[in-house]
């Protein structure tokens, strides 16, 4: 919230003996609406509507108040308001648990205890939705958790209230069941959003820019606000959407709709555009109406019945344009998330959509990702082999990830040994593969690779075996023996797929991994005579470029 001004509504500024007055409308200004709609909310009988109310409210938040400027004045109305917020969060909350919503509610009730884990309301709601979901280990876990932090930290001991449900879980009381039946009112509100990523690591600035290209509604003559975000096989598309969604949960009281369209799925081919819409049609309870056949048909009734509903649609993982164009909502009140590795060049120029490309994390927060996975006693002990994971990995989270995961799986084994194993032998991926396709580096870029036509396929593997740290165009049409038109068009492929990078027109450059797995497949399939030398020592050329920083 930025206590910001509805551009809709007129304003007008005054000089008087004291200075100039702004005059504005109240209901233009959306500290105003915040606290009408929350004064609605707690003034309802109808508890379904009470939850609208709050959901509305907190819709109207944009981002922490006052977050550019600073006085002592400011300092204080700011910390005002966030507990203004705070109290409205668990409203919200405490009435979707008498709706019996408590499964719904458990990551977004995880999210907001990760910020006070001293805020022992807040606890109790996330306890008792966790023993409603059937999760009683989990819950107790969370009581203990939260004890020995107030033991710890404030020297007190849970509330009579805390207690006393610790208590009834115990001994499961039947007082802490869920509602037998939903609550006269309540509406089906879709809640398929995955567990948001943990610790989540950098984008401030992809997560300002998102604020600023999905912060403000459409006006009533305009699409729905769509962003694309592309970007290579393991940058962290998915997480940054999911992470931005948690964020941002209550701008949506009519519900958050995710599919994971398998775009680039290694073993399986993409969804089919009517199968992902008749999962949506099911979630926004088209189970009472007779669902017409055919995509079209189903795909218009899917936009009837999100239409004018404030709702958040995550497509993630699309292959192509043509495959979400159907799931697209025909109003304004929603946004809509979409994650590509190609680019959606027709999503931008079609529907509207804002692109996004990330790229790996910088050296400082990939060491802070390194930090929070495997803890600072860990990495500071192991300074030098973690300065060469951090180049090995070259800032790609999926990479980074992987090395945590099996670094924290094997806490007895040394930092060293581990990036001795990547930096030693031809066969460096296996480093980067940690027992399933999500956490194999190899598969998920064959995902991307697989997608290519042929001829960009041999000139990727051709690629790897340049050894610079980019090369011109000239240079791509001289190593593959072809005319600058000619290869042209497969360098642009490349680039769609987020494969290469075109860092500088006309010049282009590929990560260390993607060069590994390239020159992996240039000596399986290709002939000598086909292909230059493979470069090898890729990645301890990029260790040695670490250290001279």
């Keep these: 919230m930025r206590i910001a001004l509805s551009t809709a509504v007129g304003c007008d500024i005054k000089r008087t003996s004291a200075g100039y007055v702004l005059k504005v409308d109240e209901k233009a200004v959306d500290l105003n609406r915040f606290r009408a709609f929350s004064a609605q909310a707690r003034a309802s009988d109808d508890v379904a509507e009470a939850g609208r109310l709050h959901g509305l409210a907190l819709a109207q938040w944009r981002g922490e108040p006052f977050a550019d400027v600073d006085s002592p004045w400011l300092t204080e109305m700011r910390h005002a308001l966030q507990a203004e917020r705070l109290a409205a969060h668990l409203d919200y909350y405490e009435i979707g648990l008498r709706l019996g919503r408590h499964a719904a509610l458990v990551p977004e009730l995880l999210t907001l205890a990760a910020g006070h884990p001293l805020n022992e309301r807040l606890a109790g709601l996330l306890l008792l939705a966790l023993y409603r979901s059937e999760r009683q280990a989990e819950a107790l876990e969370q009581y203990e958790r939260i004890r020995l932090r107030l033991v710890d930290e404030l020297g007190v001991d849970p509330s009579a209230a805390l207690r006393q449900l610790h208590q009834q879980m115990l001994v499961d009381d039947p007082a802490l069941a869920p509602p037998s039946s939903p609550v006269r009112g309540a509406a089906r509100i879709p809640r398929q959003l995955p567990a948001p990523p943990s610790q989540f690591i950098g984008r401030t600035d992809e997560l300002a820019a998102l604020d600023r290209t999905l912060g403000s509604p459409s006006g009533p003559d305009q699409t729905a606000l769509i962003s694309a975000i592309g970007g290579g096989a393991g940058v962290g598309k998915t997480w940054l959407a999911l992470h931005w969604a948690y964020q941002n949960l209550n701008r949506f009281p009519d519900g958050q709709l995710y599919v994971d369209m398998r775009g680039f799925d290694p073993s399986d081919p993409p969804m089919a555009p009517v199968a992902a819409v008749r999962t949506f049609l099911e979630a926004v309870g088209a189970g009472t109406t007779t669902v017409p056949a055919g995509l079209d048909a189903q795909a218009a009734l899917y936009r009837t019945l999100v239409a004018d509903k404030r709702m958040l649609i995550i497509l993630d993982n699309a292959r192509d344009t043509a495959q979400v164009t159907p799931l697209l909502p025909g109003s304004s009140s929603s946004v809509v998330l979409v994650t590509s590795r190609n680019q959606l060049t ?27 996975r495997l803890g600072r006693h860990r990495t500071r002990a192991e300074p030098g082999a973690v300065a060469d994971l951090l180049a090995y990995c070259g800032g790609l989270p999926l990479a980074l990830s992987i090395v945590a995961a099996r ?94 990078t075109e860092h500088v027109s006309g010049r282009f450059a590929m990560h260390d991994l993607l060069r590994a797995y390239a020159a992996e497949q240039a000596r399986a399939l290709d002939t000598e005579d086909e292909r230059p030398a493979v470069c090898h020592g890729v990645t301890g050329r990029a260790a040695a470029r670490a250290r001279s920083r």
């Design 346 to 372: 027709g999503l931008v120029t079609a529907h509207g959509a804002r692109p996004m490309t990330l790229d790996v994390l910088p050296h400082d927060e990939a060491s802070r990702l390194l930090d929070g």
């Design 407 to 500: 670094a924290s799986m094997r806490p007895d084994l040394p930092l060293a040994l581990l990036a001795e194993k990547i930096r030693a032998g031809s066969a460096r991926l296996d480093a980067f593969e940690a027992g399933e396709a999500a956490a194999d580096l190899r598969a998920v870029f064959s995902g991307s690779y697989r997608t290519l036509t042929p001829g960009a396929a041999w000139l990727f593997r051709l690629l790897s075996g340049h050894s610079g740290q980019d090369i011109a165009h000239p240079a791509v049409s001289a190593l593959a023996g072809l005319p600058l038109e000619r290869t042209r068009p497969l360098l642009a492929e490349l680039v769609r797929a987020h494969l290469i």
